[in-house]
């Protein structure tokens, strides 16, 4: 059944084109094009069609994980496996582009992958947005205050809580995203509320950003303090409101893996003594803050700090670090015993 559908998906979607059209914009089919999920400086990304499988691939040439045809795509996009998920994959094309061979009605909107695309400012994608603010619930506060975070530091970092947000693309088409007691639904603002980075807790596709977003993409820079002894780059906007809520000063950019401009490294060597990359306790994570040192070290005050944590989906990062129990002064021990064996 799973092979059936597939044919039926490349035969409605010409090959597939239309689904990278979907995900990657009309300029995907250009000789060469900007891949829209990652800083792609110069156009390195082209499809071309084979005729044995009948079907479109995309390669980038400047990033070899990038090569697939519209199936491997939606897996990386969504997370999925290629393999065991193969039939969700159809399902989330099936209900993307309303092609109704997997159901019979239209589905549920749902919400854009994880990836975020990377907002190039020549290409003038953005995205409008028009977000439903509410209050927040007794059960949306505990969760932030799970990790210390409190009603005062979201409104500093400019976070409200939102019954729905809906996306609308330049061609008129969009998608809408609601809040619900299961996945409440969150929105980072930026720009006097220009610019939205949703945040759905728990459900499959947590994220989606739209609007006037910094380019590139950063989180409590505009929060740090104007001097003190060390800042935190961290991988998430919950982590920089954890170590916020704490004391610590910290920001986070698009990804552990995003490239970070010089000229925000140099402003914070100016200002900070010491600037700690601490990032997941994964392998991911662990490995990115050790690239980030051994890319700036011999230019800047940059050292690694690795939390003692499992490294597990539920135990790998500040936030887990706080909400498991452990204090401001647990953190900055930590510190102390890191500075003193280095």
């Known amino acids: 059944m799973a092979n059936e559908d597939r044919n039926k998906i490349l035969q409605q979607t010409n090959g597939g084109l239309d689904v990278f059209v979907h995900y990657l914009g009309e300029d995907c089919k250009k000789k060469l094009f900007h891949n829209p999920f990652r800083e792609d400086g110069v156009p390195s990304c082209h499809l071309y069609y084979r005729s044995n499988s009948q079907r479109f691939y995309m390669k980038d040439f400047g990033d070899s994980d990038w090569c697939g045809d519209c199936f491997w795509l939606v897996s990386k996009l969504c997370e999925l496996n290629l393999q065991t998920d193969f039939t969700e994959i159809l399902r989330v094309i099936d209900r993307e582009l309303n092609l109704f061979i997997m159901s019979e009605a239209p589905a549920f909107h749902v919400a854009r992958p994880r990836l975020q695309r990377v907002e190039i400012p020549s290409q003038n994608r953005t995205i409008r947005f028009d977000a439903r603010f509410k209050d927040f619930s007794q059960n949306e506060i505990a969760f ?125 060597s100016m200002r900070y003594q010491i600037i700690f990359f601490s990032y997941d306790c994964d392998e991911t994570g662990r490995r990115e803050s050790a690239a980030r040192v051994s890319e700036f070290s011999d230019r800047y005050p940059v050292r690694c700090l690795i939390l003692p944590l499992k490294g597990t989906k539920q135990d790998k990062d500040v936030s887990d670090f706080f909400r498991s129990g452990r204090t401001a002064e647990d953190m900055r021990q930590l510190i102390s015993s890191h500075l003193s064996h280095h």
């Not at 007691?181 to 980075?197: A, R």
């Not at 910094?214 to 961290?234: C, K």
Request: charged share 20%.
């Open 144 to 268: 932030w205050q799970s990790y210390g975070i409190g009603l005062d530091i979201l409104e500093r970092y400019h976070v409200r809580s939102l019954s729905s947000c809906r996306f609308t693309r330049e061609d008129g088409s969009g998608f809408t995203i609601d809040g619900t007691w299961q996945f409440p639904l969150y929105g980072y603002l930026f720009n006097n509320g220009e610019g939205i980075k949703t945040y759905r807790p728990g459900a499959k596709f947590r994220f989606s950003r739209a609007g006037n977003v910094p380019n590139p993409y950063m989180f409590g820079y505009d929060q740090l303090p104007e001097r003190g002894q060390h800042v935190f780059i961290t991988g998430g906007e919950k982590d920089v409101m954890s170590f916020a809520a704490h004391g610590f000063a910290a920001l986070c950019f698009n990804s552990e893996s995003s490239r970070i401009p010089e000229a925000i490294l140099k402003d914070l």
